[in-house]
């Protein structure tokens, strides 16, 4: 049942023409959940993004309402990518994550309908002391489908009573390294989200391979830089609360009283995320804090301090960094 403070269609729409206030580029909008399938008026919303000249992409969930004919069609209103979750090579480990048998075949089923439709697709896998045996074989099992991203996703702890439990700091830096090795011979691009300090653990086997200023440049590893939860990115949940980040749930106004673009560039937090400068602890003195900045969601969810240290990364900075 839909919450009753949900956002209506005109405060949907007059949501999607406030993004017009941070002029070109415009913003892109994804649509996620949940299941943004369940909004009976999604087509519409779709429909009034494209009238504004907004891009739009989905990751519904994979649930037997998201057929083929459901693609064709998000397809045909203008969707231009689907993002769709497999955390596990098999049917077995897949659904006994989520929870949900038949999850595994269906978002399978799923990802061969994107590539036969031509739909630019990006596959979210969970990075977790219980899938990260399993993602070389995940890796294996995307290889021949025409994917666009594969984004492997560092679980965050956001409390007790959660099935999942996120990989300590010295399995992520293990598996950062073979993220990296893996980059350099994927046939599609591999990201990391809520680990940015991949990008020092990259930067750091470039340099120990030898590699020059100009080649790192080239190298594609670095598509972007710095903090990005509320810098470059923003949530508006459900019922129009705006947070810097879906894994930052710190809602710092809401769409239905506020005018987005206004919060995005003064309000306190975002502003804040905005100054790598301005981070503490290890992140606050780290050389590699303009590239890097760590999770600012994890840093939040770990101490409350939305400048604090990432504790995921162990990195003991050599320089005196920013301050
Ligand atoms: S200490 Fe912070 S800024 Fe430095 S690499 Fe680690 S997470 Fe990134």
New binding site residues.
Partial sequence: MAHPQELTFEQGVDFLRQLKDFGDPMPQLILTGGDPLKRPDLYELIDAARELGIGTSITPAATPAFTREVLVKLKEHGVEGLGLSLDAPTADLHDSIRGVPGTFDRTMQAIAWAQELEMPLQVNTLAAAETVDHLPAVYELLKPFGIARWSLFFLISVGRGKVLQPLTPEEGEKLMGWVYETTKVAPFIVATTEA??YR?VALEHMREEGMTGEQIKQSGQFRSFGIRDGHGIMFVSNTGDICPAGFLPLAVGNVKTDRVADIYRNAPVFQALHDSTQ?EG??GI?E??SL???SRARAFGASGNLLG??PF?E?I?HSKGPH
């Fill in positions: 940015p300090s020092r981070l290890r992140c780290c590699y804090h890097c900045g760590g240290e990432d990364c990195y900075p």
